[in-house]
T-cell receptor
Framework: AQSVTQLDSQVPVFEEAPVELRCNYS??????LFWYVQYPNQGLQLLLK??????LVKGINGFEAEFNKSQTSFHLRKPSVHISDTAEYFC????????????FGRGTSLIVHP | GAVVSQHPSRVICKSGTSVKIECRSL??????MFWYRQFPKKSLMLMAT?????????EQGVEKDKFLINHASLTLSTLTVTSAHPEDSSFYIC????????????FGPGTRLTVL
């Protein structure tokens, strides 16, 4: 079985400050990892994904994430946030083999203050 | 590329009526489509997975007779909420993948259903 834990339900931060949104997963097999962003009353948009290769993954809007197998983590980071980054962020894991149905975390609400 | 649309974006209906929500992949063929339900401040709850031409696979606790899913073509899936009740009010989101394997899901913009 696979699971995802997003440790912070809400992360407040000031504009231009750095931010890290945490994501830990559990799975008994190899995984694929995703971060999605959801703006109010909209669907989810893919920020970045890790399938294989380099453990540091760069995505859209200046976000990046690092896959750490030993710590089973895939934390999302941005060096300087903008007001427009205020949104809900979801981490998702998909295990290789099996049904290929992803599991989503409960989401982290990023709130950027001026 | 990889755009998914949903229609309608918002619907209000009376209790007891049925509502159909369409999910379309506009610029790619979607072998697999997923339907999610999202409650306020909550994560996504997967309702069912459908492969083109096959019956949908429902998650535990989801009533297949109430939430009818049809994936008639590689670009269209529909979710029909039959005999809707106020507790069915929610945000419904579909997503689509090109393959049935380990692939990226592309999400639609969601449909806000309000049952009076």
């Amino acid at each position: 079985a696979q699971s995802v834990t997003q440790l912070d339900s809400q992360v407040p931060v000031f504009e231009e400050a750095p931010v890290e949104l945490r994501c830990n997963y559990s799975s008994s097999v190899s995984v694929y990892l995703f971060w999605y962003v959801q703006y109010p009353n909209q669907g989810l948009q893919l920020l970045l994904k890790y399938l294989s290769g380099s453990t540091l993954v760069k995505g859209i809007n200046g976000f990046e994430a690092e896959f750490n197998k030993s710590q089973t983590s895939f934390h999302l980071r941005k060096p300087s946030v903008h007001i427009s980054d205020t949104a809900e962020y979801f981490c998702a894991v998909l295990s290789s083999g099996g049904s290929y149905i992803p599991t989503f975390g409960r989401g982290t609400s990023l709130i950027v203050h001026p | 590329g990889a755009v998914v649309s949903q229609h309608p974006s918002r619907v209000i209906c009376k209790s007891g009526t049925s509502v159909k929500i369409e999910c379309r992949s506009l610029d790619f063929q979607a072998t697999t489509m997923f339907w999610y339900r999202q409650f306020p401040k909550k994560s996504l709850m997967l309702m069912a997975t459908s492969n083109e031409g096959s019956k949908a696979t429902y998650e535990q606790g989801v009533e297949k007779d109430k939430f009818l899913i049809n994936h008639a073509s590689l670009t269209l899936s529909t979710l029909t909420v039959t005999s809707a009740h106020p507790e069915d009010s929610s945000f419904y989101i579909c997503s689509a993948s090109r393959t049935s394997g380990a692939d990226t899901q592309y999400f639609g913009p969601g449909t806000r259903l309000t049952v009076l």
